[in-house]
């Protein structure tokens, strides 16, 4: 029988605000968009953070905005909020990279309590007309990266016997999407990530959701916007069909439903999948 994971909140204790003093944050994707809010939002409640990111444009889709000195920023806005970090540039396709990364962590705080499974890329292809490089880089960044990432960090939650993983998934992790083939594998296959690590995880009080928004107002928007030759606004609209009245949702609705389910709060939520989705697959 395993043990409870938190302390059981004291009645009321649900409206103060989430304490993550003495816990490690782990991000990936962290340098903009929801790895970046979050990032912050966990050092706001008081959390030590681990940021990484690829620390350059990588090869797909072609079109991308993220600034290259966006991880050198985070680093300062982190600072500024008193919070340690320890920042990494590392592709979560390399397994070299990502084992020295959580080495560093383990080495600056002796744990991690959470993992943010949240680096990811998007493009739209045509099932007849997909690259192998829209193949491989959508495969291989959104899907086998979170596996190369949990299997460094989990052996350090298993020592703990604590642990809370959320895997950053998408509503194309629940429902297909035209010429979005490829990247509703890539998110359904996190759905079933998910699910399998929950039960394997469990016996040693690790926790494991997936998150799934609608579109987020983030730069992944503006690069479709501009390949497609249209506006980001354009390409929430089109693409969301939310029942409440918004294109998208905003990095802060993220930050807000990933810090609760790290939190004890949760602490009987596994293995579940939670849209943020103003609706959408209601419709
Ligand atoms: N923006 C949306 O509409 C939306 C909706 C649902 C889910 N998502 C998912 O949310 C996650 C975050 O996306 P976002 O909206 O913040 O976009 P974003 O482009 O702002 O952030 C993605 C981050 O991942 C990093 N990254 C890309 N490839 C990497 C790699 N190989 N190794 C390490 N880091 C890498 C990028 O440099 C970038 O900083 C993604 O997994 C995305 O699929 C996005």
């Known amino acids: ?3 409870k994971i938190g302390a059981v909140p004291a009645f009321g204790a649900a409206s103060a605000p989430l304490d993550f003093t003495g816990q490690v944050a782990f991000i990936t994707g962290a340098a903009s968009g929801q790895g970046r809010q979050v990032a912050l939002e966990f050092a706001r409640a008081g959390a030590d953070v681990v940021a990484l990111d690829v620390g350059r444009r990588v090869e797909y889709p072609a079109v991308q905005h993220r600034a290259d000195d966006a991880l050198l920023s985070l680093a300062d806005e982190l600072a500024a909020l008193g919070r340690r970090a ?9 397994d070299e990279a990502v084992t020295r990364a959580v080495d560093e962590a383990m080495v600056a705080f002796g744990r991690i309590d959470i993992l943010f499974n949240n680096a990811g890329v998007l493009g739209y292809a045509e099932v007849d007309a997909i690259t192998d490089e829209a193949l491989d880089a959508t495969i291989d960044i ?56 929950a039960i394997e995880l469990a016996p040693f009080n690790i926790r494991v959701v997936s998150i799934h928004p609608t579109g987020v107002n983030t730069q992944m928007n ?3 916007a501009e390949m497609e030759g249209t506006t980001a606004q354009e390409i929430g609209e089109r693409s969301a ?13 993220v930050a807000a439903l990933v810090l609760w389910l790290a ?4 602490r ?16």
């Open 222 to 224: 503006d690069s479709l």
């Open 86 to 94: 320890v920042l990494g540039v590392a592709d979560v396709r390399d």
């Open 263 to 266: 939190s004890d709060r949760a």
């Open 268 to 283: 009987y939520v596994t293995g579940a999948q939670y849209a943020l989705d103003a609706g959408l697959l209601s419709g």
């Open 1 to 3: 029988m395993a043990e």
């Open 241 to 253: 069909g939310n029942l409440l009245a918004v294109p998208w949702v905003e990095t802060e609705d």
């Open 142 to 197: 959104n899907l086998k990266g979170p596996m190369i990432v949990a299997r460094r960090v989990v052996p350090h939650m298993k020592a703990a016997r604590r642990g809370v993983i959320i895997n950053n998934s998408s509503i194309m992790g629940l429902r297909g999407g035209a010429r979005l083939s490829h990247y509703a594998a890539s998110k359904w296959g996190l759905t079933g990530l998910t699910k399998s690590w």
